[in-house]
């Protein structure tokens, strides 16, 4: 598909194969995506409920290639979705992606969970990112970051605090979970299935109380 086809189809809501969206991406990105990165159908309905919920700045945890991003910048009319990348390479490759199509309001930076400030944001977006840690067995974009168990505790750790420390109201989206259960004062809005679980979740002041009620 031309890119100029995939832009207007990607604007306007038009079915669009991951095969045509991948076309976009460097040969050997394209071969990790039914593993690492959204499909273009969980992306847009993803991006639909965080905008519905009002969201203004959405925060990928993970972003890869930026396909979350650019979908979702292109699909709803004001959210800006912005990417975390811990690969320095994938980030270059989702911010030249966001170019090529366009997605003005998808920006993404290379960087960790820890360098980021949850302020600026209000709402989040989870592919269970921290996974790759614990399957060592997996194929791997590259080999420039560490991977490891303790890692993996370690980002989830910051991960949880993310959540916790979020404002009430918060509407956040797993894609396939993040690694550990939802903290006890998010309720589930939405859940749906896209090649695996897509949840929608809130941050519910009500819950938090009646927790500590009891």
Known sequence: MRLDRLRRALREGDSVRDEDFDDVLPLEYRRLSTRFWTPVRAARRASQWLEREGALRVLDVGAGVGKFCVVGALGTRRTRFI?????????????????????????IFHGHLEDVDIRSYDAFYFFNPFAENVIPSAPQPDDSVELS??????????????????????????????????????????????????????????????????
Not at 163 to 180: E, N, R
Not at 186 to 202: F, I, K, N, S, T
Request: a positive charge.
């Open 83 to 107: 990417g975390v990348e811990h690969r320095k390479a994938l980030a270059q490759v989702a911010s030249d992606v966001a170019s090529m199509l366009g997605a003005r309001r998808a920006t």
């Open 149 to 214: 168990s303790e890692r993996f505790q370690r980002d989830i750790g910051l991960a949880e605090r993310l959540l916790i420390q979020a404002p009430a109201g918060t509407p956040v989206v797993t894609y396939c979970g993040y690694g550990k259960n939802m903290p006890h004062d998010y309720r589930l809005v939405c859940d749906e299935y896209h090649a695996g679980p897509l949840r929608l979740w809130v941050k519910d002041p009500f819950l938090e109380a009646d927790v500590v009620r009891r």
